[in-house]
């Protein structure tokens, strides 16, 4: 990263340093100054300044920022999957920040998103041009927080992430191999992300913008190949023994049907370490007890 006239490292802000924010702090400590803010700062991992505060509450969050903050990074997870544990993590939480950042002046803001931003279910190809009509709540609440922080003044991207797996992230995994997922053939176009890719693609892209090089403001952050349901669970299936699906196995999924292309983020230089699922699973299978 850009090291500053005074050889100073850069000061990044990871706002919201639980699993997905504690794995970017972690590889962005090592070329930069690191301050993780979460409710229960023990859990931050080492190397990063650890801050104790709830977005929630203005003047917690007023009382620890630091100054001269080059760049931050928004996110969060909601606490509550409710539309008002959405509108606290992905709006209100982001306003009293921006509040609280007042008078800076960042070289780039962040804002981790999803791609539940979509509502195609036709089986077609979405990049970051196409429609956002999100007919849920969830993505309705989290495209108002986009727009809150490309409105903010700063410089700005929003990287909307498909499903991120890992392992850390083995819920889908268990439920195959534990019967609990049967979908229909053909099975709705799934999109997802190793989450050693995930953090890798905000540092890589961070790293771009505070070494002065132009990015977009906004990217998807999804692997090489889009696949259908079925197709993953069938595969799994044939790498290790699972139970028969149960009777009651989930059919479907739960993000529509749709093709997320990652070809800005190919674009701007990003070299998947985890192209297809077919990578990341068996890596995580080869692992399993």
């Not at 992430?161 to 992230?169: A, E, L, Q």
Request: glycine residues 8%; aromatic residues 8%; negative net charge.
């Amino acid at each position: 990263m850009a090291i500053t006239e005074s050889n100073k490292l850069p000061r990044i802000l990871v706002a919201g340093c639980g699993k997905l924010g504690g794995s970017i702090a972690s590889l962005l400590s090592e070329q930069a100054e690191v301050f993780g803010l979460r409710r229960n700062p023990d859990r931050i991992p080492a190397a990063i300044h650890p801050l104790g505060a709830d977005l929630l509450q203005a003047d917690q969050l007023n009382s620890v920022i630091p100054d001269q903050l080059d760049a931050v990074i928004y996110c969060l997870t909601p606490s509550s999957y409710d539309e008002q544990g959405y509108q606290d993590a992905y709006v209100n939480g982001l306003n009293n920040l921006l509040h609280a950042l007042s008078g800076q002046t960042l070289q780039r803001l962040i804002f981790i998103s999803s791609t539940s931003v979509y509502a195609q279910d036709d089986d077609s190809w979405v990049d970051e041009s196409s429609p956002t009509k999100p007919s849920r709540f969830s993505g309705q609440t989290i495209l108002a927080g986009e727009n809150l922080a490309l409105d903010s003044g700063f410089a700005t991207t929003v990287v909307r992430f498909s499903g991120i797996y890992g392992p850390s992230r083995r819920r889908f995994l268990d439920a195959v191999v534990a019967g609990n997922m049967n979908p229909v053939s053909p099975g709705p176009f799934s999109n997802r992300i190793h989450e050693a890719d995930a953090a890798a693609v905000v540092a890589h892209l961070l790293h771009k913008s505070l070494s002065g090089e132009d990015i977009d403001n906004c990217y998807i952050a999804s692997d090489c190949e889009p696949v259908r349901l079925d197709e993953v669970v069938q595969w799994v299936q044939e790498q290790q023994p699972c139970a028969t699906p149960k009777a009651d196995a989930r059919i479907g999924g739960r993000a529509g049907s749709k093709r997320c292309s990652n070809q800005r983020l190919l674009g701007s230089g990003y070299h998947f370490r985890y192209p297809d699922f077919r990578a990341g699973y068996r890596e995580m299978i080869a692992e399993r007890p």
